[in-house]
């Protein structure tokens, strides 16, 4: 029941596992902040050991049903499965404060949201992001460049700024000095640390044009990714490559076309093709 | 009349309900600077009046004149002409600053320029915003995937970040902390909270350089929903509504085609129209 | 010889005109630093002195030998020319530090920069300007839909932030919410004023993500319309409309080709058109 | 072997070289934190000269086994050999923090992590940075016109803020006012700057939705131009080069011509091809 969501019984018992995470996330967080911790402590360690109690039971549960158990344990959400229990048993056992840090690490049940998609039968959704994942996997290389790229103006930045600024002006080491490069070409700007020098004033307006360009980089590998995912052969079948008109050659035509929209011939290869 | 915007008499009503909602969002606005609200309060108060009396009047009129006053109270506009009157009606009750804090409410009335595109004909502003919306509405489903990645990134950042710099270094509590993720993923970067520890400077550089990469994602998914909207049959000429195959009936067809590509008959409209 | 560069005299006058904006401008930010006006500020007025006299001379000359003065007067680089000339003469009339501020005006000198396109016979340049400006213009409709609902979302988030956060944590009044919305939807965030309570932190973060998102709205835009202006017949003149092949009615052609890439007839409509 | 990685001996050289690249920006880095130096300095010294050392043994070995030497260190990587060893040779003739400052100038030595590409085989990544810089290249003209744009526009709003804030708000020069608009526009917004007149925030509210739309630009420019990088004749293997017309040579053709658009005569290598 707990790995078919067919039936009805698996789908109520995968809406009740959605409302457990949320629920959990909200109390590790509400935990955290110190005035309520002060109050409603006790409340949130008994939900916690609760809430830590019923997904350990559905670990068991999960390990013992599936079957190959080995095959589950080891698996992406089988891990998941785990580090989102384990926290909360040493937690148990640790005292106070410490018991609290080592609760946070229970927000990694969040990623078991991600079951959201299969309990609401979003079929589509997943398509959708399997399209996303495509877009990005088919520029890792030209990704990968671009990283390259931005670290060696990062480290190169940094350091000038390090040299021009100095110590006293927040620029404390290199290492500090490329963490402000990056914020600076991100756009972020926080502000810490900031130049104060003109020459270091004038490298950082360099950089930070440099970063508004830079910016276009990733926004144009990801832009023409998911334009091509949209249009390649794959996901019009129809239009594969072979299919050309017999009489007229030409071989422009809409994805479900059966007749060539430039002379009328019936277009053959069209129905035998897959 | 109030209904109506085709009348002369109907456009200069219009015109002079958007110049009372600016004027009167003005005197919301300025009556909320203290220095301005000390010295012309009584002005602003009265003036406050006169704009909540006709816009009470106005609500009252459209209500009396509409053909179904309850289909009109419950519409998405009649709504909001209630929302912009009340408020100034509940402040005049109550006394001196607490009346000021509820007339803000009252820069609701903003939505209602809105209807700044009725009174300018502007029926080509309507079609491009229906293409904005439309291209938004297409990629729904991605987007959707995209926010709940979002989510899981902020969450987890936001934890590692508690667990490494520590409520006395700002980041106070996990909820504060996924706020601080939220600014940073953003590249909005108060500097309000920032990480001071070399780990927390190294894991924030990489939550940058990712919401670098991220915010691409949006981007490419607007550009080829747009660039889609701009490129189906409907906005180009040749493949106009009535250009539709005379056997099959079929109206896809790609914008020079000369025979359908469903059945193969010739598209005749197509020869003779320009 | 001043208004044609076809000339090598033109030429040379046109580089040393941009020679002297560049000088002129330096020299005016250069005294508004005050550490190095109290060492050189007796040698910044005389430069000035001089741009002004150049510049003024250059005007009178540029009015006398046009064909119609009173066109060159009211035209654009007419009124730029003037405004480069006037703050010039007035500051040299009024003492001291108030004479810098009104020499600051000065700078407008630099629009005049816009002249090296010409000098440098940078056609080219030229026309990628004006493809980029008919991109914006094309998209003219859709940036003021936008812009209306930038302006009606930081209007009710500002008030909101207002109402939420109060005066005393720096959102001193609506329109200060309101900038502070700007600052932060637009993902600047100096940081002077952010929110402090866990719901202005809320609502905060959701203007952010918004703002994610709504950044692409303007992208999308632009590139679609770059890509169009690209891409569209209008901008290569040969292939407009009605340069369809005589004998297979193919109508998509290379700008230049003068023979139907379907079926070889000579494009003759191609060899009349202009 | 040092020139040639298609050997064993050639890759395992690569790879020793990439490392103790890392490792000596590594040591480095951690030099300039004072803290650390303080611990590990003498340490740190010994690493560098024995880093230092073994690439200006690599730099000799490479000039002398160059087929011309000269050409060898007038080329890009040989000057960046060079300039990865001058700076540890010269900071070793200097005493103390002196002779670190000198030694920060090693970072350069993280240009040379380029030649990752070489040992990893990488070649379809080199087509990515080509791919990636074409685009940028066929794009100068625009990007020009656009950074003119961005200078005009930071000169005259940083005049007019410098006008409106004046110097004892922060804005104390025109050149510190253009430092602020390029922060300002470029959404870096650090907060060290920031108007706080009425006026000025208005100025810098406008700034900041301009520069909302201008960072539109850069992007739409990278991605039509990688879009059509993706899209010209060399990618589509039916225009492959080969593919020109045998009476005229004219290679620029539809992907699906069948003539020549030049001189009308059948593309027979069409015909043949796959």
């Given at each position: 029941?707990?790995f078919?969501?067919?039936?009805?019984?698996g789908?109520?018992?995968?809406?009740?596992?959605?409302?457990?995470?949320?629920?959990?996330?909200?109390?590790?967080?509400?935990?955290?902040?110190?005035?309520?911790?002060?109050?409603?402590?006790?409340?949130?360690?008994?939900?916690?050991?609760?809430?830590t109690?019923?997904?350990?039971?559905?670990?068991?549960?999960?390990?013992?049903?599936?079957r190959h158990?080995?095959h589950?344990?080891?698996?992406?959400?089988?891990?998941?499965?785990?580090l989102?229990?384990?926290?909360?048993?040493?937690?148990l056992?640790?005292?106070?404060?410490?018991?609290l840090?080592?609760?946070?690490?229970?927000?990694?049940?969040?990623?078991?949201l991600?079951?959201?998609?299969?309990i609401?039968?979003?079929?589509?959704?997943?398509t959708?992001?399997?399209?996303?994942?495509?877009?990005?996997?088919?520029?890792?290389?030209?990704?990968?460049?671009?990283?390259?790229?931005?670290?060696?103006?990062?480290v190169?930045?940094?350091?000038?700024?390090?040299?021009?600024e100095?110590?006293?002006?927040?620029?404390?080491?290199?290492?500090?000095s490329?963490?402000?490069?990056?914020?600076?070409?991100?756009?972020?700007?926080y502000?810490?640390i900031?130049?104060?020098?003109?020459?270091?004033?004038?490298?950082?307006?360099?950089?930070?044009i440099?970063?508004?360009?830079i910016?276009?980089v990733?926004?144009?590998?990801?832009?023409?990714?998911?334009?091509?995912?949209?249009?390649?052969?794959?996901?019009?079948?129809?239009?594969?490559?072979?299919?050309?008109c017999?009489?007229?050659?030409?071989?422009?035509?809409?994805?479900?076309?059966?007749?060539?929209?430039?002379?009328?011939e019936?277009?053959?290869?069209?129905?035998?093709?897959p």
């Amino acid at each position: 029941m707990i790995f078919n969501n067919d039936t009805r019984a698996g789908r109520i018992f995968d809406a009740g596992l959605i409302l457990m995470i949320i629920g959990s996330i909200t109390v590790v967080m509400l935990g955290s902040v110190r005035p309520l911790e002060g109050k409603y402590g006790a409340l949130f360690t008994q939900l916690e050991v609760a809430f830590t109690t019923l997904f350990a039971a559905e670990y068991l549960l999960r390990l013992l049903s599936a079957r190959h158990a080995s095959h589950y344990a080891r698996s992406f959400f089988g891990v998941i499965d785990l580090l989102s229990v384990l926290p909360g048993v040493v937690g148990l056992l640790l005292p106070g404060r410490e018991s609290l840090l080592v609760q946070s690490l229970l927000v990694i049940r969040i990623v078991r949201l991600v079951r959201v998609f299969r309990i609401l039968h979003l079929g589509n959704y997943l398509t959708e992001a399997r399209v996303l994942s495509d877009a990005l996997r088919a520029s890792t290389a030209k990704i990968t460049v671009f990283l390259l790229v931005v670290l060696v103006i990062v480290v190169l930045m940094g350091t000038a700024m390090f040299l021009i600024e100095g110590p006293n002006r927040g620029f404390t080491s290199i290492p500090t000095s490329v963490y402000w490069a990056i914020v600076t070409l991100t756009t972020v700007g926080y502000g810490d640390i900031s130049p104060q020098t003109p020459l270091g004033k004038a490298l950082a307006s360099l950089l930070m044009i440099l970063g508004y360009g830079i910016i276009a980089v990733p926004t144009g590998l990801i832009t023409v990714g998911l334009a091509q995912a949209r249009l390649t052969p794959e996901t019009s079948p129809a239009s594969a490559p072979g299919v050309s008109c017999q009489r007229c050659g030409s071989s422009t035509h809409l994805p479900d076309a059966r007749y060539c929209s430039r002379c009328g011939e019936g277009l053959l290869a069209r129905q035998t093709a897959p």
